[in-house]
């Protein structure tokens, strides 16, 4: 077999479309072409890939390329120009040949596009279907924190930790109950990439860390590993790796009722 007749039949291949002894003779021909075994290898990397997104190609996908099989070769021999005739460009259309290998090529051709309009679809919704997962995820985790919120506050014995400063009479608000704490609101503007806000508790008059917070606080809950409740809570503007002591000044404390 030809070098130029493998790389005709080579997409087809790929698709195991191939048989008899076109195909014995193709694999002949494999096995002492590099060329054509590493394009056969890409091709095959295309098909793996349209076998992995998880779900069937549409059916007007397929009915696309049936109808592409029989096509006359002369529909795509020349592709229209009328935008290029109205200028004063010279076209000068490719050559058609006319050996029944044309018609296969086209085919194939026509295969591999249908496919990879397809594969392009469905990537297309698993991407939309993902996000979506996402979405609910999210809102799940929200949902779950309000309802921990709410548990919390109805717990015998919870405290509410209002933090501020001179400026400022509420810059954050906490529930503590049983050594959780959870954020419930925040007046904090948001820090850039390189800062994040971190929470300390004060105890025996030391600041300990309890947490990063992250630039935009929200959805924060911490739980106090210790025997000894803080006896105040504190706010700085740390780096984005967090501190182990404070580095800035507090911006808002609040203190934890007994």
Known sequence: MKHEEAQELL???ALDAVEGEERLDLEQHLEECVRCSSELDSLRGVTSAMGNVGQPAPPHVWQRI??????DVESVATPPFRA???????????SVRRDPSSHRAKV??????AAAAALVAVLSINLVQANN???QLTSALGLAHRSAIVAAQATPGHVDV???NERVPDVATFVLSKGHGYLISSHMSTLSTAQTYQLWGIFNGKPISIGLMGAQPQDVQFTVASALAP???A?????ASGATVPTTPIIASGVVAA
């Open 11 to 13: 997409a087809a291949y």
């Open 66 to 71: 049936s109808e592409h099989l029989y096509d």
């Open 84 to 94: 290029l005739e109205s200028s004063r460009a010279v076209v000068t259309p490719m």
């Open 108 to 113: 194939v051709v026509g295969l591999f596009s």
């Open 133 to 135: 997962h996402v979405s």
């Open 162 to 164: 209002v933090l501020s």
């Open 231 to 233: 006896s105040a809570l």
């Open 235 to 239: 706010i700085t503007i740390e780096p």
